[in-house]
T-cell receptor, first 118, second 115 residues
């Protein structure tokens, strides 16, 4: 099956620094990737939709200058949390949509990245 | 607009007994429905999906779900729970438009399996 890899799985950083999280589709091309944020014991909240070669589409309430998303290739999207603060601590999950003519809309999820900002 | 409601935030069963996780949805069109499982600090794994084919869908690890349009439900069941089934389960709906699009997640049901 399709595999999506996220890196790093865990990261701890100091307040004010920036952190980059990578999301890779390992065995398929993904024109669209999605970034989610999950608070403890809550569901996933869509942050933004990332399309290869174009600007990401952010959900309402998500600061685009705070959460920079780049989708430079069909297999890689990155999320950079800029000037991180403790309230940015969360579990971030990416997903990718497999590119195919018969698109069923199934998404494949990464393992998630736990960010802790001290 | 589409939405999904998971009626139970927490379900506890004994090992070897049946599992029922409830999900109701609302959708403007014929939806695609999914169940995902998430183990602690892990990503989401697809259990099964309904995409307008057979209404009874069989998934991995012995799980299955039945799409009931009249009841707008897509409940997840398993005949016999195993300790390894303890996890968070998410019901997800997507209006099928023929293109990749956003999913709407339920709030999740935490399944606890006891000895």
């Amino acid at each position: 099956g399709a595999v999506v890899s996220q890196h790093p799985s865990r990261v701890i950083c100091k307040s004010g620094t920036s952190v980059k999280i990578e999301c890779r589709s390992l065995d398929f091309q993904a024109t669209t990737m999605f970034w989610y944020r999950q608070f403890p014991k809550q569901s996933l909240m869509l942050m933004a939709t990332s399309n290869e070669g174009s600007k990401a589409t952010y959900e309402q309430g998500v600061e685009k200058d705070k959460f920079l998303i780049n989708h430079a290739s069909l297999t890689l999207s990155t999320l950079t949390v800029t000037s991180a603060h403790p309230e940015d601590s969360s579990f971030y999950i990416c997903s990718a949509s497999q590119t195919s003519g018969g698109n069923t809309g199934e998404l494949f999820f990464g393992e998630g990245s736990r960010l802790t900002v001290l | 607009a589409q939405s999904v409601t998971q009626l139970d935030s927490h379900v506890s069963v004994s090992e070897g007994t049946p599992v029922l996780l409830r999900c109701n949805y609302s959708s403007s069109y014929s939806p695609s429905l999914f169940w995902y499982v998430q183990h602690p600090n892990k990503g989401l794994q697809l259990l099964l999906k309904y995409t307008s084919a057979a209404t009874l869908v069989k998934g991995i690890n012995g799980f299955e779900a039945e799409f009931k349009k009249s009841e707008t439900s897509f409940h997840l069941t398993k005949p016999s729970a195993h300790m390894s089934d303890a996890a968070e389960y998410f019901c997800v709906v997507r209006d099928y438009t023929g293109t990749a699009s956003k999913l709407t997640f339920g709030t999740g049901t935490r399944l606890q399996v006891t000895l």
